[in-house]
């Protein structure tokens, strides 16, 4: 043993070495862990700032956006089939009749529509109607976020709109009811129409599991932004001395949800 | 015969240096490289922090008239720009009656397609910004600045003078 000891003299160190270049390595794969996940929070942040910024910027826009403006958001007459007779309107919002908020010229904004839809005296609902008269509220919002929601809709996230009534007893309230048409299915403002959502009673039926409240249960990474919306009524009461005029004002909260969407849709959309 | 050492007892570490060197090496060089790629990202954190410093600046309010615009271009977004170091572009894009994510953010025209007809001209609204661009010296920050930040928001604008249609704040920024 002793002899093979003084052939191998050289031995130790070179192993000394070998051990120096593992450590070495080792070290080395650490550091590139560690900046490889440099700044992912800070950037998830920033891209939440982002997407909240813009839902907030959607709010601030309904109040000056002109109704009329939108009457072509989605029109089928102003994108004809190409030369090829493929047609380039959004399968999956179909028809939103958008045509119909063209009468509303001059300053009438999408917020104006929305408040009269809400005031409606009859009862509290988003059925396009202010007591018998058109008040296309519902429809109004539905082209705006068709459209104002694009660039979210396109990145692969699905979105709700609902509004709230802050005076119903308890907290949550219910979303104001959006009445089915005749097709069954128009009943939500969002881009998701297979029935995803549900806003539905439950089995009890005395809740009503509101859009956002189901979204941020059921999936992941979901965004929500809620604003105040004021609407003022001027109610005129007869009296013997004369009409009398009593202002009301209700309360409710905007909200919009967004969250990535599950779905795999084929669509064609005109950018 | 007995066998001797091959050198002596220095010259047998000589074949230890290697290992050593190449150790020393590798981990310099990876020191070297993630302080390169940890500069990298911050530089474009703080672009980013820059952008949406301005953004929210510029989107305080829901409309966008040009009056207005510029004033805010000079009294507070030029500040926030230059206090994170940042150049940067605003532009309003009028839209109207449709929105189209797909125009060139300095071009005055849209590019939907030659049988759109939605295509418009006199897109491109207002412009605030640090630096020259695009007629001004050739340069397209959208395109051409590496590591640019591009930030778009709706708003609404004035449309033929009468109504208040859709239009878009763009805003650029890169180091």
């Known amino acids: 043993m002793e002899i093979r000891l003084k052939e191998r003299k050289g031995q130790p160190a070179l192993f000394d070495g070998i051990a120096f270049l593992l450590i070495c390595s080792f070290t080395s794969s650490i550091v590139y862990v560690a900046v ?41 007459k102003a994108y004809p089939p190409d030369s090829n007779g493929v047609s380039h309107i959004d399968p999956v919002y179909v028809d939103l009749k958008c045509r119909q908020l063209s009468q509303y010229s001059g300053e009438v904004s999408v917020a104006d529509l929305l408040k009269n839809d809400l005031n409606d005296p009859n009862e509290v609902n988003l059925d396009d109607m202010y007591g018998n008269a058109p008040s296309p509220g519902l429809t109004a ?26 005076n119903c007893g308890k907290s949550p309230c219910d979303p104001v009811q959006i009445p089915k048409n005749s097709e069954g299915w128009l009943d939500k403002i969002t881009d998701v129409w297979n029935g995803t959502i549900r806003t539905d009673r439950d089995v009890n039926g ?66 | 015969m007995k066998r001797k050492a091959f050198i002596g007892p220095l010259g ?35 672009t980013r922090r820059g952008a949406l410093a301005i953004a929210y600046l510029a989107t305080d309010k829901g409309y966008s008239d040009e009056a207005s615009f510029f004033q805010k271009c000079e009294t507070s977004i030029k500040p926030t720009a230059l206090s994170y170091a940042v150049k940067f572009a605003v532009v309003v894009k009028k839209f109207c009656n449709y929105y189209n994510a797909g125009t060139p953010v300095f071009d ?41 930040v591009q930030l778009v928001y709706p708003t609404s604008v004035k449309c033929n003078g009468v109504s208040n249609g859709m239009g878009t704040i763009t805003v650029i920024a890169w180091k």
């Open chain 1, 36 to 76: 490889s996940n440099y700044g992912d929070q800070e950037n998830q942040a920033m891209n939440s700032a982002h997407a909240l910024n813009y839902m907030q910027t959607v709010m601030k826009s309904m109040y000056y956006i002109d109704a009329s403006q939108l009457s072509r958001v989605n029109d089928v």
């Open chain 1, 206 to 271: 005395n809740q009503i599991v509101g859009g956002c409240d189901y979204v941020q249960e059921n999936f992941h990474n979901t965004f929500a932004v809620s604003a105040p919306f004021r609407t003022i009524n001027l109610k005129t009461i007869t009296n013997p001395g004369g009409p009398k005029y009593i202002q009301t004002s209700a309360n409710y909260v905007l909200r919009i949800c967004i969250w990535p969407s599950r779905e795999k849709r084929d669509r064609q959309v005109i950018p």
């Open chain 2, 108 to 148: 005055n025209v849209t590019h939907a397609g030659t049988d759109d007809v939605m295509a418009s001209s006199d897109v491109k609204g207002a412009t605030c910004a640090n630096t020259c661009i695009v007629s001004g010296c050739g340069f397209d920050p959208s395109r051409d600045a590496k590591n640019s």
């Open chain 1, 141 to 166: 919002m539905r082209c705006t976020m068709k459209e104002l929601m694009k660039p979210f809709v396109l990145a692969g996230y699905d979105y709700m709109m609902e509004v709230l009534p802050t």
């Open chain 2, 12 to 46: 047998d570490d000589i074949p230890s240096i290697f290992p050593i060197m190449a150790g020393v090496l590798l981990f310099l060089g990876t020191v070297a490289y993630a302080t390169q790629l940890v500069d990298e990202k911050n530089k474009d954190l703080d």
